[in-house]
Structure formats: structure tokens, C-alpha cells
């Protein structure tokens, strides 16, 4: 599984903030045997983040995209703007299935407004800003990510005939 991570931050883009939730994302994902292809942080510019998404979806071969950051009420906050602007089709499951294991242990995972979907052959999953928050959701959703790419990958077999791990 190949992945490119996406910060978005207006800070952390100015180097006025260290990023810790992109680091985390490529930790965790390295973990279970993805390759990074790619990493950056990039203002939050809806036009600049719906470049980025573009060119790494097309050009760089990346099955999944983490973006961290940019999803919540701010004015700032473009992320799921440009996501939607770039995808072809949602994919709700894994935000919604992100928000629910985070309305857990906080209710504010309610004004989460991530969205999920494909271009092309890429998954694009946007995730929160925060370490903390990041790590919470990608062990919600990890179990399924290997699945999702093959399917993508034209790599799948019959859904129906696997076994899933944890039986979730």
C-alpha cells in the first residue's frame, strides 16, 4: 500500500507550528506495511489543497491520501471543500465510522465535518488535526484500508468468501 499525507495548516505551512499528526499518520501506517511516497504541509488554501490532491492522486500512484487537519468550523477550514471538489464518488462509510468511535470519547467528534472518497484508483480519507485525534480514528478504520485498496487495485476477490479480522 502506497500512501501520500497531506497537512493542512496555515501555521504549520509557515513553520510557525511543528506538525505531529502527519508524522503519526506515516508511524502508524509504515507499522502495517505501507510505503510513503510522499508528505507535505500545505496552507489552507481550498485551491491549493484540491492541487495537491489532484497531482498525487494522478500522478503519484498513491493508494490512499491522508489529509490531517482543515475539517472542523474555522473559516479556514477547506479540507472536505476541495476533497469534494477532486473525488468522483464518496465513500461515508469511513468518516462516519471514524465520527462514531470518536463521539466516544468526545462529543465535539460531532463537528468533524471529514469526508472520505475515490479518484481514480485513489483513496483520499481526510482526518483530524490532532495527534491524538488521528491515532483514535486510524485504528478505527486500519481494518478495513487493506481491503479498500484491493478492491480499488482491481486486486480483490469475492467480499462474501473473506474472512474478516477482529469479526467487527
Do not use: W
Not at 100 to 109: C, D, K
Amino acid at each position: 500500500m502506497r500512501i501520500a499525507i497531506i497537512t493542512v495548516s496555515d501555521k504549520g505551512s509557515r513553520g510557525e507550528r511543528a506538525d505531529t499528526a502527519g508524522p503519526a499518520i506515516r508511524e502508524i501506517m509504515e507499522a502495517k506495511g505501507a510505503e510513503a511516497v510522499s508528505y507535505e504541509i500545505v496552507p489552507d488554501e481550498r485551491e491549493v489543497i484540491e492541487d495537491r490532491l489532484r497531482k498525487l492522486a494522478d500522478e503519484c500512484a498513491a493508494d490512499i491520501i491522508f489529509t490531517t487537519g482543515g475539517t472542523g468550523f474555522s473559516p479556514r477550514d477547506a479540507t472536505p471543500e476541495a476533497t469534494l471538489a477532486v473525488i468522483e464518488r464518496e465513500a461515508p462509510g469511513i468518516p462516519e465510522a471514524m465520527r462514531a468511535a470518536s463521539l466516544t470519547i468526545t462529543p465535539h467528534a460531532m463537528l468533524s465535518r471529514a469526508v472520505a472518497g475515490i479518484r481514480k484508483r485513489t483513496l483520499i480519507v481526510n482526518m483530524p488535526g490532532s495527534e491524538k485525534a488521528v491515532r483514535e480514528s486510524l485504528a478505527v478504520i486500519i481494518p478495513a484500508l487493506p481491503h479498500a485498496v484491493e478492491i480499488l487495485t482491481g486486486e480483490g476477490g469475492d467480499c462474501a468468501n473473506q474472512k474478516i479480522e477482529n469479526n467487527i
